[in-house]
């Protein structure tokens, strides 16, 4: 240890301290340090003052020292690919490569910063609105996060399961373009072909089911709700645009009226089976309401009442005189039952479509199609499913739906933050842990608006 003092009110001895670490901060002086120090200070002087560590010979042929190396090397290469991975302009940059492989179908491929084995295969659409049907953060970026989500919307729709947007994912989410839509489909598309896509029999026949799926298919995916299968609703299908365009076929018309209670060519039964709902040409309490809710959704006269503007909308002939609600209490009874079976059947299918799939928040907001949903997304997807809500709503919005108080099927808990429901006295609800939406355990309604669809 050395035993000199220093006088620590010379000036002189501060300009050498100084100097010393103005040299040492200098771009590339640590790597030079030990370079040169042995020309300004003897080593063994370094040494002691602790400049340079001890000399200790080393064995080379000793294995701890190699592994000891090889850890060091490792630990110093995934810092360096860490602090890669965070800087920003790495990011923004994987980001545009993303970009233009989303736009070049054919430069697909591209290795992004997050990961150096990750690759993107978008095709014909923007990574950032894959990312919006997703219902995930539209960064558009491609990273784990958005590979995860569509992994899982693949296994939830029954695709194949490889995370790659081809044209069968996009004609899921409603992304196809035409690019993808040719490539995915020969020639025009077809009724046939329309129905596999909708998910519904594929007979061939445009009638009043595939008619009531294709508007459906429309309202969710923001187009115009016309039943009608032309070129924009094909290509959000997937699809080629068919020669000219698809609608429903009214041959039978002629021949509907006679089990129905009302003449002319639109008839009671053909509005029903537009509707969805079972066609016994009784004009009833149900059918009123489903035509009710039909028209509250697709910007109609909220009345009731089929007349030509609602037939239109349904996708039938117009009436000889508008329809409306017999109010015969001994025919309504068992339409009511019937029907109203037929719906709570069709949400609980719905609700075990998705009991299972991951919480997102903001997920089934942008499409009722998403990897994963919210509170608020996930009563909208059921109530979508038995026909009751044409396009979703958030928590604060199905504190004004439907009819106040409970249902006796179905009923709506909703505030500002947070919604849920009870269907025959199961709650289907977000909250409360992890697993399943279907919970086995009540929950109070306290601070809720409590709500439930008209008829149900």
Known sequence: ?????????????????LKRSRHRRRPGARARAHAKVERSVRIPE??????????????????????????????????????????????????????AAAVFPA??????????????????????????????????????????????????HGLTVDGIVGPQTLGSLGLATATTATASSTG???????????????????????????????????????????????????????????????????????????????????????????????????TADAVKHFQ???????????????AEALGIAAPSTPLHERHSSSSGSGSDSSGTSSVIARMIAGADHIANLPYVWGGGHGSFVASGYDCSGSVSYVLHAGGLLSAPEDSTALESYGAPGPGSHVTIYANSGHAWMTIDGRRFDTGGGGGSRWKSTPRSGAGFVVRHPVGY
């Open 188 to 286: 025009s598309a077809t009724v046939s072909a329309v129905q596999s896509k909708l998910g519904i029999s594929a007979d061939g026949v445009f009638g009043p089911q595939t008619a009531h799926a294709v508007r459906s298919f429309q309202a969710a995916h923001g187009l115009t709700v016309d039943g009608i299968v032309g070129p924009a609703t094909a290509q959000a299908l997937g699809l080629s645009a068919p020669a000219s365009p698809l609608r429903e076929a009214h041959a039978h018309h002629a021949h509907a009226s006679s089990g129905s209670s009302d003449s002319g060519s639109g008839s009671v039964s053909d509005v029903q089976k537009a509707l969805g709902i079972p066609a016994d040409g009784v004009f009833g309490p149900q």
């Open 1 to 17: 240890m050395p035993t000199d003092f220093r006088d620590l009110s010379n000036p002189e001895l501060w300009r050498d301290s």
């Open 296 to 310: 509250a959704a697709h910007g109609l006269t909220t009345d009731g009442v089929v007349g030509p503007a609602t």
């Open 46 to 99: 370094a040494q002691a003052m602790g400049l340079l560590p001890a000399f200790e010979p080393r064995d080379l042929t000793s294995l701890e020292l190699w592994e000891k190396s090889l850890l060091r090397s490792q630990h110093r290469r995934r810092a360096l690919e860490q602090a890669r991975a965070n800087r920003k302009p790495v990011r923004r940059a994987g980001g545009m490569a993303i970009a």
């Open 107 to 156: 430069a697909t491929g591209v290795a992004t910063a997050d990961s150096s084995t990750a690759t993107v295969h978008v095709q014909g659409a923007s990574v950032t609105s894959v990312q919006r049907a997703l219902g995930i953060a539209a960064d558009g970026i491609w990273g784990p996060e958005t590979r995860a989500a569509v992994r899982s919307y693949q296994r939830a």
